[in-house]
């Protein structure tokens, strides 16, 4: 279900997809524990990893004595929101523009077609179209180098450069087709169903192993 005027989306496809599809309340607004068990049962998101990400998300951009959180721009008792600039939201996105080239503080969280277009054409260069370890890395390298180049207010220091590298990783890990196992990549159809229209993509099933922070073997 499409958003309704008034839901909260951000800058994260993923939290956005889980919203759309009832994971995450379609308000926006949701509770840190929203968050861990709605990425477990919507894209199999371990417990851990989503415990970090809504524990720093309420600690950085929420309210701590509710533990409520907007996904997107600010929201009565929930906070900042994702969408502001800073952590979660940041310069050198895989699918938005730096907020410096907006019009505020919420302006780099909206999906920017051109920029995505440029992912794309990374992919295509590099793995026939579908996003992969090589052509994450490449993309998210020119994307440092750009914004370096021509954002006056660039900035890229912890946390945001831990969750940038975070988000490349996730996407090849959640937003692959598990349907036939894992070959560490993700089709350009899938991305735009996630991306663009934040939907589950046709025919695509969640990873049925949950990653963990940490595993033996990694």
Same mark, same amino acid.
């Given at each position: 279900m499409a958003p309704t005027e008034?839901? =909260?989306?951000?800058?994260?496809?993923?939290?956005?997809t889980l919203a759309n599809h009832g994971y995450l309340p379609r308000s926006g607004i949701v509770h840190a524990q929203d968050i861990v068990e709605g990425?477990?049962?919507?894209? +199999?998101?371990s417990v851990d990893v989503g415990t970090v990400l809504a524990a720093y998300g309420v600690?950085?951009? +929420?309210?701590?004595?509710s533990n409520m959180l907007s996904i997107g721009a600010l929201g009565t008792s929930s906070g900042l929101g994702l969408s502001n600039h800073g952590a979660f939201e940041g310069d050198a996105s895989l699918s938005r523009k730096d907020a410096f080239f907006g019009d505020g503080q919420f302006s780099g969280? @909206?999906?920017?077609?051109?920029?995505?277009?440029?992912? =794309?054409?990374?992919? @295509?260069?590099?793995?026939? +179209?579908?996003?992969?370890? $090589?052509?994450?890395?490449?993309?998210? &390298?020119q994307r440092f180098q750009d914004s370096? @180049?021509?954002?006056?207010?660039f900035t890229f220091l912890l946390p945001r450069y831990l969750f940038s590298y975070g988000e490349a990783a996730l996407t090849l890990r959640l937003?692959?087709?598990? =349907?036939?196992?894992?070959? +560490?990549?993700?089709?350009?159809?899938d991305l735009?169903?996630? &991306?663009?229209?934040?939907?589950f993509p046709e025919d695509w099933y969640?990873?049925?192993? $949950?990653?963990?922070?940490?595993? =033996?073997?990694?």
């Open positions: 008034g839901d =909260k989306r951000g800058p994260c496809p993923g939290l956005n990425a477990l049962a919507g894209l +199999g998101m600690l950085s951009e +929420g309210d701590t004595t969280s @909206a999906f920017d077609a051109e920029q995505y277009a440029q992912f =794309k054409a990374f992919n @295509a260069r590099i793995s026939q +179209g579908r996003a992969t370890f $090589a052509s994450l890395a490449e993309y998210r &390298f370096v @180049a021509s954002n006056a207010d937003f692959a087709n598990h =349907k036939d196992g894992e070959d +560490g990549s993700v089709s350009e159809a735009d169903s996630f &991306f663009v229209r934040n939907r969640r990873v049925s192993i $949950a990653p963990r922070a940490t595993q =033996k073997g990694d």
